[in-house]
């Protein structure tokens, strides 16, 4: 999802699936760690920190 530069999202706010492309909506991302200051663009840009560390993935369940 895009968020536009009027548009109000604050580090610590939870990033998560909107629903769109057939995913399911509201399956936590992370949350987000720094906003990135660009003024001049259309939409916002900011870093999400992964709400877990992917690294210490032992099995993984691909629903397709």
Do not use: C, W
């Amino acid at each position: 999802t895009r968020v536009l530069q009027g548009d109000t999202i604050d580090i610590g706010d939870f990033v998560g699936t909107s629903g769109a492309q057939e995913l399911p909506a509201g399956i936590l991302i992370g949350t987000i760690s720094k906003l990135v200051k660009a003024e001049v663009e259309v939409y916002k840009q900011a870093e999400v920190k992964p709400s877990l560390n992917y690294g210490l993935l032992t099995h993984v369940f691909v629903v397709m």
